[in-house]
């Protein structure tokens, strides 16, 4: 089972360098906090999916422990980037600061869905990893 979550963490982590890239591009020099995440996120993430995949125990408690935290900050960004949005859509203003906040808002809840199913299935299959690897 832990090759299983092994390439569960490498996707979790080229999907997070992925949508850090993609956030740059969109946002530019104003997603370096998305950029930051996505990066460290995803080298995190690659790691622990190729120590994982070798039966190293420290690496799925880094994966999992990856999760959580990332769950915890980008449902706080994702928040904050609700409430901005909500703002600016109450306001007349220019449609390209809309559509910065509306991607940066669906940019981050996509991310927060990938860690929040990656720490579940962590959660659920822990006992056995743990038990599969030294």
């Known amino acids: 089972m832990y090759k299983n979550i092994s390439y569960l963490y490498a996707f979790f982590g080229f999907f997070m360098l992925a949508c850090g890239a993609v956030a740059v591009d969109l946002a530019g020099e104003q997603a370096k906090t998305a950029l930051i995440t996505g ?59 809309t ?18 199913l990656t720490l579940a299935v962590s959660v659920m299959f822990g006992k056995q990893v743990l038990r599969e690897t030294k």
């Open 39 to 97: 990066a460290a996120g995803g080298l995190i993430g690659l790691t622990a999916g190729h120590f994982l995949n070798r039966g190293k125990r420290w690496a799925f408690i880094l994966g999992a422990a990856e999760a959580g935290l990332l769950s915890i900050l980008l449902g706080w960004r994702s928040a904050t980037y609700f409430a901005r949005l909500l703002e600016v859509m109450q306001q007349p203003q220019e449609t390209v600061t």
């Open 99 to 116: 559509q910065t906040a509306g991607m940066s808002f669906l940019l981050t809840t996509a991310m927060l869905f990938i860690a929040l």
